[in-house]
């Protein structure tokens, strides 16, 4: 069990990831490949496309190392994969991997055992070099670009559901009613959040805040960095369908959508697929608001999208045909009673 111990201050500083974050889901995502299994069902059809993928483009070594540095069977694995600045995107989140301290390195590698795995790839960290730190960002970048890139919009689609529904319940019941929407996996009995772990620890977050990170790929159980002192998040499987299937095994791409619509306006399509206010479209893509209501003007006009006011905010929800041209498949035909 871990216990997430707030105060105050804490709870004024409740957050909500508001996108996916690309080493979280890359590192997560090599739990499902490797090593070679049945895996979770749900995850089958992506499973089976990005073994081909990874096998095709010679990724195999690649994958491979972040799946050594950060087994899925593991109780700890070293904090330094997943830095906080990955929420502005790959490129920084790799650029703070290389720039990873050698003390850190060195008691986060040791911690996770991983000098009788990978004695070179230590044994070079132990001497100073840096080679290690941009074979692993290398790898990580190959291996997001063929198997994880493909399912972007997609994923940004199921976390965004997610945390539509959590702000919803934020808006209507405060902090207090957002974090039992968690339950059963995470107990919030204020002022302590206990969440199904595989180990038994406490965390005191001292007014820091907490930071909540939605994930695709995560599965079963939340996750917390083990080392007390880094930005505290929690990462937690959002939920999906039984009949989920990726997008690139449709007959709508992600690439073919950033094609047709432009890559800014795709991003707009799959955040609407839960309904959004223009402000909120505007923070969580990071754009500005006059822009985002033009966007959401066009796929208006395409009969993609519809908007309503609700008292002194717009309301912005795909209609059955921007839903169908975000997932690739139209809606079952409803049969008469």
């Known amino acids: 069990m871990l216990r997430i111990h707030f105060d105050d201050r804490d709870l004024a500083r409740v957050q909500i990831a508001a996108e996916p974050d690309p080493l979280w889901e890359t590192v997560l995502a090599m739990h499902h490949v490797v090593p070679p299994g049945r895996g979770v069902p749900v995850y089958g059809a992506w499973r089976a496309r990005a073994r081909r993928e990874l096998d095709e483009r010679g990724l195999n070594r690649a994958a491979g190392l972040i799946g050594t540095l950060a087994p899925a069977d593991a109780r700890y694995f070293p904090d ?4 906080d600045a990955a929420r502005d995107g790959l490129a920084a989140g790799l650029e703070a991997l290389r720039d990873t301290p050698r003390v850190r390195l060195t008691a986060e590698t040791s911690r996770a055992g991983l000098a009788a795995r990978l004695p070179r790839w230590t044994g070079a960290l132990a001497t100073g070099s840096r080679q290690p730190l941009d074979e692993l960002a290398a790898a990580i970048q190959e291996v997001h670009r063929a198997v994880i890139a493909p399912e972007w919009t997609g994923a940004a689609a199921t976390v ?6 959590r702000t919803h319940m934020l808006c209507r019941g405060g902090v207090d009613g957002m974090l039992n929407t968690f339950r059963p996996a995470l107990r919030w ?4 959040l206990y969440v199904d772990y595989p180990r038994d620890r406490d965390l005191r977050l001292g007014g820091r805040g907490l930071r909540l990170i939605p994930s695709h790929f995560c599965w079963r159980r939340p996750i917390a960095l083990a080392d007390p002192g880094l930005p505290p998040v929690l990462v937690y499987p959002v939920e999906h369908a039984t009949d989920w299937v990726p997008a690139a095994t449709r007959s709508c791409h992600p690439q073919a959508l950033s094609a047709l619509l432009g890559r800014t306006r795709a991003r707009i399509l799959a955040a609407l697929d839960a309904p959004t206010t ?3 479209l505007a923070r969580r893509l990071r754009v500005s608001a006059p822009s985002a209501s033009e966007h959401v003007s066009a796929l208006r006009e395409a009969n993609l999208a519809r908007s309503r ?3 002194g905010s717009v309301i912005h929800a ?11 498949e139209l809606a079952p035909v409803r049969q008469p009673q």
């Open 80 to 83: 330094f994969l997943t830095p």
């Open 160 to 165: 965004d559901c997610d945390r539509g529904g």
């Open 189 to 192: 009995e204020p002022p302590v």
């Open 278 to 280: 223009t402000g909120e």
């Open 309 to 311: 006011r609700d008292g």
């Open 318 to 328: 795909l209609t059955p045909l921007g839903t169908a041209l975000l997932h690739g």
